[in-house]
């Protein structure tokens, strides 16, 4: 089964500058797909970014980018020039590609709770 | 477009009695997923739904909770003899079936057995 370390529990970063959560997975495919998700105080879960293993290429939204080393199943979150909108949980979640009705195809982290300070 | 919905959005029940937890998916998504997430932790899988029809169940925590979803859209999670322990946010989320496609999570509904 697979399964999704992220190795900090808490981080803090000051306003404007950069912080990378990290996550590591484990698993025998070699398709899959990485996301990561946002999850404030409002207890609302976004979608941060997402990012398909076959391709070499980081991901990259605006401030946010990601570090996917597939050999060594590693797939880092850098925020760039943090924002106070930024305090929330941040989950790694990893998808493997459908190929039955197993609904834990799709497996979270225990997440990270980041703060951003003034 | 909409998201998706979860009624209530809080509900406060006394031990022992059955509450039901709706989710509304977002239109034309095929796969549906409930999970519950105890106060600062990760999701715990529940159950999830391809259609109409749940061919994982392997998370439910016990016979006390059961799900059903009609017309391959709304589901309902089912708890019956709450215990303080199902206190939680129960969180749903939709997919479209295709692979390679992200959860769409609701708001959740903080359930609380007093």
């Known amino acids: 089964a697979q399964t999704v370390t992220q190795s900090q529990p808490e981080m803090s970063v000051q306003e404007a500058e950069t912080v990378t959560l990290s996550c590591t997975y484990d698993?025998?495919?070699?398709?899959?797909?990485l996301f990561w998700y946002k999850q404030p105080p409002s207890r609302q879960m976004i979608l941060v970014i997402r990012?398909?293993?076959?391709?070499?290429q980081n991901a990259t939204e605006n401030r946010f980018s990601v570090n996917f080393q597939k050999a060594a199943k590693s797939f880092s979150l850098k925020i760039s020039d943090s924002q106070l909108g930024d305090t929330a949980m941040y989950f790694c979640?990893?998808?493997?590609?459908?190929?039955?009705?197993?609904?834990?195809?799709?497996?979270f982290g225990p997440g990270t709770r980041l703060s951003v300070l003034p | 477009g909409a998201g998706v919905s979860q009624s209530p959005s809080n509900k406060v029940t006394e031990k022992g009695k059955d509450v039901e937890l709706r989710c509304d998916p977002i239109?034309?998504?095929?796969?549906l997923y409930w999970y519950r997430q105890s106060l600062g932790q990760g999701l715990e899988f529940l159950i999830y739904?391809?259609?109409?029809?749940?061919?994982?169940k392997s998370g439910l925590p016990s016979d006390r909770f059961s799900a059903e979803r009609t017309g391959g859209s709304v589901s309902t999670l089912t708890i019956q003899r709450t215990q303080q322990e199902d206190s939680a946010v129960y969180l749903c989320?939709?997919?479209?079936?295709?692979?390679?496609?992200?959860?769409?999570f609701g708001p959740g509904t903080r359930l609380t057995v007093t």
């Open positions: 990012q398909e293993a076959y391709k070499q």
């Open positions: 698993t025998s495919e070699n398709n899959y797909y």
């Open positions: 979640a990893f998808m493997k590609p459908v190929r039955d009705n197993y609904g834990q195809n799709f497996v």
């Open positions: 989320a939709s997919r479209w079936g295709q692979q390679g496609y992200e959860q769409y």
């Open positions: 239109s034309g998504h095929t796969a």
């Open positions: 739904f391809q259609g109409n029809s749940a061919p994982d």
